[in-house]
C-alpha cells in the first residue's frame, strides 16, 4: 500500500492473513532524521510510520496503539 493511500480512521486488514487484527490508522508519524549512514544507499531511504490502534474484532473498544 502507498502512503499518500492511507486515510486517517480507516479500518485497514493484513491482506494475506483474514484471521489477524484489524488496524485503524490513527496519525502519520514522521521519522527522524537518520544519523551515522553506513552507506550512500541508506541516506536515501525513506520510511513512513503510520501510528496504529490494533484490535482483535472490528467492533472492539479496547485496543493496542503501536
Known sequence: MRTHDI???AVYRHKTSPNYAYAKALEVLKPKPAYKCRTEIEKHIK????KC???VNIGDTVGIIK
Open 7 to 9: 486515510i486517517i480512521g
Open 47 to 50: 520510511v513512513v510510520l503510520i
Open 53 to 55: 490502534e490494533l484490535t
